[in-house]
Every structure is written in structure tokens, then in C-alpha cells.
């Protein structure tokens, strides 16, 4: 049996829609996940689904105290649903779009697909940009605004229009990218202090399905920070938001040569680079382990990279003296396993 869902991306309804064939099986993990990608959503892992004021969440831990359910083993066959039921899927916890999901009619269909767009309207979303009011705005302009008025952008978000051909390649493309992330594989970053790029540097080994909070976590420990501040993490200049601390690592989609940063203490503003080197098949026995490493590390509370190379230079002896030669390979990662436990 097949379901024919409706579905809209509210207070825009009539600009950007999409009729999709599903079937009753197909997880609801994989459903959320495929309508955001065929509304143009790119951070898929950011997102809810609710349905008589239940919350469903795409964690398998969730606040069951507060009415949550999580989506892991369910199928949209186990919602009940009925025709002209309405359930709603929030995306982007910043932005926070809401496509409201329709079901328009049950099918019986034999064909062996489980999720296929089969019209729609409106190229789709835009991430990092404003939300819907953005969209809003830039969809129903001023009648004052000419060409002159948009950013380059803009302009090239308005010429694409909807094709369905292209969607359901779009949507193919990520499912086989979500087949790839579960195979087992682990990462070499090559990581450096900014500043101190060729005097304090590590190569370290880890497991793709590392949470990436406990990445972060370990990498400013492997250079010597005690934990004792708050950390970020960018990737290609996005400041990722903590919703992301409690994905794998392998969400990120990281590919061979990608720049990261990890911001740590955002006072003294220590910034590690990270280069992915390479991406190997498997875990390692370790989930996270310092291959090699050069110098002995931050300071943390000492003010950052300029004051490290005060200390460094021998300039100000405030903190006693300090050999950044001193590397210990064996008691850095003696450190980084105690984080672990």
C-alpha cells in the first residue's frame, strides 16, 4: 500500500510544495530525511516530526518524561494515519522551516519504490539565509525592487525552478550517501594551533561514528587543554550550533582535504585546524588515538596565542618555564583515554 502525502512549506504554501508516493513502510527516519532533501534542506539531521502534539525525535535517547517519542524503528505505517491527517516536520533549529505533510489519498501500487516526487512547485529552501521570512521577502519582493536590488545569490536562486527529474536524482544522491555514512570507517586529521602552526601540531585517528562533541573534546585535550571552557567547531565557515554535538561524526559528510576549526575558550580564542587527510575503511580497536604529535601544547588561561609566544619567547616567565619540545606521545594519549572512560 501506498500513501499520497502533500507536502508544504508553511506561510509558503502556494510558492513551495511537493506531491510525493510513499509507502506505508518506509521509516519515518528516512521519510523526514528524504522531504527535507526534496525541499533543498542540507542539514538533515536537524529536525522533528509532530503529530497530535507528540514529538518525535530522529534520537534514539529522548525525554519520554516530556511526551517525546523517538523515530528509530518506526514506520510511517505506525502513525495510524488517515486520509486528510495532517502531521508536521520542523527542520534547521535555527532557521526553523515547517513543511505540514497531508496525506491526499491511499494507493495500491505495486511498483518497488519507496519514496518518489511526483510534482511540486518552487525550487525549494534556502539553508543559512533568514528562514521563511527571508524566503518570504525575497519570493514576494517589493514592486519598487529591480534587478539591480539582489545579491548575486539571490539572482541565482530565483532562475532555478523545480524539476522533478532533478529532485528525485537529489533525493537518490543522498540515499546513497546515508548507505555510505553506516559503513564503518575511520578518519586521519592532521591538527595544528593556529598561530603555531609548525611548533604544536597532532595526527590523530578516529572512528566516523564518534559523537562530535567527544571529537572536540578530545582534540583539545590531545593539545593540552584541560576542558575547562566552552568549544565550537566550524566547518567550510559555518559555526555549527550545539544541536550537532549529539550527531556521529559521520553526519558531517567530511571529504578527503575538508577544513575544520575547533574554537576553544572563546575568550583566549584558541582555534585548532583540522585537515582531513584520509578516510579508511573500518574502525580502529581505539576510537580516538594520537598517532604523532610536535609540542608540548596550550596554556589554558593564559591568553591566548600571543601570550603563548610571550611565554614561548621567554618574554613573560609568569607561568614558569615552558618547553614547547616537551611532547610525550604515550601521556598525551594516557590523557585522551581518560576523557574517554
Known amino acids: 500500500m501506498k500513501m499520497l502525502l502533500n507536502v508544504t512549506l508553511e506561510r509558503l504554501e502556494n510558492k513551495i510544495n511537493r506531491q510525493v508516493l510513499v509507502s506505508q513502510n518506509i521509516p519515518l527516519t528516512d521519510l523526514c530525511e528524504y522531504i527535507i532533501v526534496a525541499m533543498n534542506g542540507k542539514k538533515i539531521p536537524l529536525y522533528r516530526l509532530e503529530i497530535n502534539d507528540i514529538l518525535y525525535y530522529p534520537e534514539e535517547e529522548v525525554d519520554e518524561e516530556n511526551d517525546e517519542k523517538t523515530l528509530f524503528g518506526l514506520t510511517l505505517k505506525d502513525l495510524s494515519l488517515k486520509k486528510d491527517d495532517v502531521f508536521q516536520i520542523t527542520y534547521d533549529y535555527d532557521q526553523y522551516y515547517f513543511f505540514d505533510v497531508c496525506v491526499d489519498a491511499f494507493l495500491e501500487d505495486d511498483h518497488d519504490v519507496d519514496f518518489q516526487v511526483l510534482s511540486g512547485k518552487g525550487y525549494g529552501l534556502m539553508d543559512h539565509k533568514g528562514g521563511v521570512t527571508y524566503l518570504n521577502y525575497l519570493l514576494n519582493p517589493p514592486k519598487k525592487w529591480d534587478d539591480s536590488c539582489y545579491k548575486k545569490h539571490e539572482k541565482e536562486y530565483l532562475q532555478k525552478k523545480f524539476d522533478v527529474v532533478e529532485v528525485n536524482n537529489r533525493v537518490e544522491e543522498y540515499r546513497h550517501i546515508k548507505e555510505e555514512q553506516k559503513l564503518p570507517k575511520h578518519y586521519i586529521f592532521n591538527v595544528s594551533l593556529k598561530g603555531f602552526a609548525k611548533e604544536i601540531k597532532r595526527k590523530i585517528c578516529v ?15 590531545s593539545m593540552n587543554g584541560d576542558l575547562s571552557h566552552m568549544f565550537g567547531i566550524r566547518v567550510d565557515k559555518e559555526f555549527l550550533n550545539e544541536y550537532y554535538f549529539d550527531l556521529e561524526l559521520f553526519y ?18 584558541w582555534i585548532f585546524n583540522l585537515t582531513l587527510s584520509k578516510i579508511e575503511d573500518g574502525y580502529i580497536d581505539t576510537p580516538f588515538q594520537v598517532l604523532t604529535g610536535k609540542g608540548y601544547g596550550i596554556i589554558d588561561d593564559c591568553g591566548g596565542s600571543w601570550s603563548l609566544a610571550q611565554i614561548f619567547d621567554g618574554k613573560d616567565r609568569s607561568w614558569g618555564k615552558y618547553n614547547i619540545n616537551d611532547f610525550d606521545l604515550e601521556k598525551c594519549n594516557r590523557n585522551v583515554t581518560r576523557i574517554m572512560k
Do not use: T
Open 252 to 269: 558531517l559528510n567530511l571529504k578527503a582535504k575538508q577544513k575544520l576549526d575547533i574554537i576553544y575558550d572563546f575568550g583566549d580564542n
Open 207 to 221: 572512528n566516523s561514528d564518534i559523537l562530535i562533541e567527544d571529537f572536540c573534546r578530545l582534540i583539545v585535550v
